[in-house]
């Protein structure tokens, strides 16, 4: 069975830092990862997935992820954070079956 | 406009009440799913399907149906609610598998007294 673990819940970060958003994975198969966003009082919106190929995946928003197969790790980056940043960003698994894992969330804060 | 539609988006109904959401999408995709959204779970899967009459359990089907007679809707039935299916219901779509980009709707609020 897979699992996503996700070590931060709450993340505050002032305007225009850094930051990292951690997730780690299980699986006993390869997977597929993905991240999404959920903007406050909406649905969820794909920001950037790995499939296969390069490990540095480039999504949409300045955003990106690498795949670490060997820490079982895709962390979510950006460089420089907007106040519209503010959301939860949730990290998600599917094995080559069909169902999909999405981890706990961690709500990022962005302030001015 | 691509889009998936739920209805309704608030309801507050009583224990045993039977009762069902609806989710319909207008972009021709062949894999729908129901997840629940719960503070500090994330979203959990409770049942998706891969085409018409095909239906599967996600990690938490137990106290759910689905039905799949067409393509484009994909209801949640909830036989018999209880107060712990209260929840923010998402349906999401994509063309052919999860793997796809999901498309989420905007959520279905419900209440269970």
């Known amino acids: 069975a897979q699992s996503v673990t996700q070590l931060d819940s709450q993340v505050p970060v002032f305007e225009e830092a850094p930051v990292e958003l951690r997730c780690n994975y299980s699986s006993s198969v390869s997977v597929y990862l993905f991240w999404y966003v959920q903007y406050p009082n909406q649905g969820l919106q794909l920001l950037l997935k790995y499939l296969s190929g390069s490990t540095l995946v480039k999504g949409i928003n300045g955003f990106e992820a690498e795949f670490n197969k060997s820490q079982t790790s895709f962390h979510l980056r950006k460089p420089s954070v907007h106040i519209s940043d503010t959301a939860e960003y949730f990290c998600a698994v599917s094995d080559y079956g069909q169902n999909f894992v999405f981890g706990p969330g961690t709500r990022l804060s962005v302030l001015p | 406009e691509a889009q998936v539609t739920q209805n309704p988006r608030y309801l507050i109904t009583v224990t045993g009440k039977k009762l069902t959401v609806t989710c319909s999408q207008n972009?021709?995709?062949?894999?729908m799913s129901w997840y629940r959204q719960d503070p500090g779970l994330g979203l959990r899967q409770i049942y998706y399907?891969?085409?018409?009459?095909?239906?599967d359990k996600g990690d938490v089907p137990e106290g759910y149906k689905v039905s799949r007679k067409e393509k484009r809707n994909f209801p949640l039935i909830l036989e018999s609610p209880s107060p712990n299916q209260t929840s923010l219901y998402f349906c999401?779509?994509?063309?052919?598998?999860?793997?796809?980009?999901?498309?989420f709707g905007p959520g279905t609020r419900l209440t269970v007294l």
């Open positions: 399907s891969m085409n018409v009459e095909v239906t």
């Open positions: 972009m021709n995709h062949e894999y």
């Open positions: 999401a779509s994509s063309l052919s598998g999860p793997t796809d980009t999901q498309y």
